[in-house]
């Protein structure tokens, strides 16, 4: 691992879950059902913040990242479940990530059910 990752990871003071919605086939039945999967587990990552206004009038909107390693593979409209500084809340990936050499960032908003 090199030194720019190395030191990015170590700003890294979440851990996160991500889950997918996808179409599971149970054998017993012989039914498919749509049901939330756990695609990866227990990885590092960083949630960031900041704040931006929309217009000069307008109210100020919060724009939360998620700074996780580039090889983790996180779908638009996946869940992700992060837990950082004592705190777990659920997020929804919001599109593609921007990649970097040493990370990329994914934009969050809040989870609040699968569509």
């Known amino acids: 691992m090199n030194k720019v990752r190395k030191a990015i990871e170590s700003l890294y003071i979440g851990i996160c ?21 756990i695609t990866h587990e227990n990885i590092k990552c960083k949630l960031s913040y900041k704040n931006s206004p929309k217009s000069k009038d ?4 919060q724009i939360i990242r ?33 990649m970097f050499i040493n990370h990329q960032e994914i934009e969050l908003e809040l989870f609040e059910r699968w569509a």
């Open 17 to 37: 879950n991500i889950y997918e919605h996808k179409e599971v086939f149970d054998e017993q039945t012989k039914l498919s059902s749509k049901q939330e999967v």
């Open 58 to 61: 307008a109210e100020v909107t």
């Open 66 to 98: 998620l700074l996780i390693a580039p090889e983790i593979e996180i779908r638009p409209g996946s869940k992700i479940v992060v837990t950082q500084s004592g705190k777990t809340t659920a997020f929804k990936n919001t599109g593609e990530p921007q």
